[in-house]
């Protein structure tokens, strides 16, 4: 992923004309590890998931002969994240997290060759997931956090990211994974606001936040769908010409947590 999405993020968070975070907002708050008072510890965290399904029916010819054969694959994905970041009491933005932490599990199955009457042979293929290592810099153009403030309210934009834990899913059978269409893990974004005062009566606030449906950015949907005899089921769309049988085609993804912004004292 490019820094594109980050940008769209840290832009949100400054529109409204940000401005260094007051002093008070260092009078409360706690931070195990030995930080500067008034420094601002951000967490961002979450669960999510998503499914992914189609079914190409077996095409052309009759009786024993077919040119594709019946197809139906299945795929469940899911994870949890947790980046900190440090960052100094007027706030600012931070892309090198301070702990980071999440994992998750990809599972498809595949059914294949379901040719008048043939016997399926089922595939399966699993893939784990992991937080970026900090050791490896190619790896952290995720995760990032903003932390603006302006008039009466600070708002925190956040993105993150999980990482295949291995180059390659472990397959049995004869297929591949095939991959959800759309990878929210790879794709995690957040932005939250809350007012000025609370933070500094308390130290400690937080929000939470859900992403199901509209988009994790400009052109992706988190769900779609398509069953006709022109759908594509490498988009979910309905797309120009058609087949012999009609296909099915489904994805759906969310994840939800909580931004939370602690004062060090």
Same mark, same amino acid.
Request: neutral net charge; proline residues 5%; glycine residues 14%.
């Given at each position: 992923?490019? &820094?594109?999405?980050?940008?769209?993020?840290?832009?949100?968070?400054?529109?409204?004309?940000?401005?260094?975070?007051?002093?008070?907002?260092?009078?409360?708050?706690? !931070?195990? &590890?030995?930080?500067?008072?008034?420094?601002?510890v951000?967490?961002?965290?979450?669960?999510? @998931?998503?499914?992914?399904?189609?079914?190409?029916?077996?095409?052309?010819?009759?009786g024993?002969?077919c040119?594709?054969?019946?197809?139906?694959?299945?795929?469940?994905?899911?994870?949890?994240? =947790?980046?900190?970041?440090?960052? #100094? #009491?007027?706030? @600012?933005?931070?892309?090198? #997290?301070?702990?980071?932490?999440g994992?998750?599990?990809?599972? @498809?199955?595949?059914?294949?060759?379901?040719?008048?009457?043939?016997?399926?042979?089922?595939?399966?293929?699993?893939?784990?997931?992991?937080?970026?290592?900090?050791?490896?810099?190619? !790896?952290?153009?995720?995760?990032?956090?903003?932390?603006?403030?302006?008039?009466?309210?600070?708002?925190?934009?956040?993105?993150?990211?999980?990482?295949?834990?291995?180059?390659?899913?472990?397959?049995?059978?004869?297929?591949?994974?095939?991959?959800?269409?759309?990878?929210?893990?790879?794709?995690?974004?957040?932005?939250? =606001?809350?007012?000025?005062?609370?933070?500094?009566?308390?130290?400690?606030?937080?929000?939470?936040?859900?992403?199901?449906?509209s988009?994790?950015? &400009?052109?992706?949907?988190? =769900?779609?769908?398509?069953?006709?005899?022109?759908?594509?089921?490498?988009?979910?769309?309905?797309?120009?010409?058609?087949? !012999?049988?009609?296909?099915?085609? =489904?994805?759906?993804?969310?994840?939800?947590?909580?931004? !939370?912004?602690?004062?060090?004292?």
């Amino acid at each position: 992923m490019s &820094r594109k999405l980050f940008w769209i993020i840290a832009v949100s968070a400054a529109a409204a004309g940000a401005t260094p975070l007051a002093s008070a907002l260092a009078a409360r708050g706690s !931070e195990p &590890r030995a930080l500067p008072k008034g420094d601002l510890v951000v967490t961002f965290s979450g669960t999510g @998931g998503g499914s992914y399904r189609f079914h190409q029916p077996a095409l052309g010819g009759d009786g024993s002969a077919c040119r594709v054969a019946d197809t139906t694959y299945t795929e469940i994905d899911t994870y949890h994240w =947790s980046y900190r970041f440090v960052l #100094p #009491p007027g706030g @600012g933005s931070s892309d090198t #997290p301070s702990t980071q932490a999440g994992g998750g599990q990809l599972s @498809g199955t595949q059914q294949l060759l379901q040719c008048a009457g043939a016997a399926a042979v089922t595939s399966t293929c699993t893939q784990g997931l992991r937080a970026p290592l900090s050791s490896n810099s190619a !790896e952290l153009a995720y995760p990032g956090v903003t932390v603006g403030a302006s008039g009466r309210f600070v708002t925190v934009g956040a993105v993150g990211e999980l990482v295949p834990s291995t180059p390659q899913p472990i397959c049995t059978g004869l297929s591949v994974r095939v991959g959800n269409l759309v990878e929210g893990f790879s794709q995690l974004q957040a932005s939250v =606001s809350f007012p000025r005062a609370l933070l500094a009566s308390t130290g400690d606030a937080a929000r939470r936040f859900t992403m199901a449906g509209s988009g994790l950015y &400009r052109g992706v949907t988190l =769900s779609g769908a398509c069953d006709s005899a022109s759908c594509a089921v490498s988009t979910c769309t309905d797309g120009s010409g058609g087949v !012999e049988a009609p296909s099915v085609c =489904s994805f759906n993804e969310s994840y939800s947590g909580t931004i !939370e912004v602690r004062v060090v004292r």
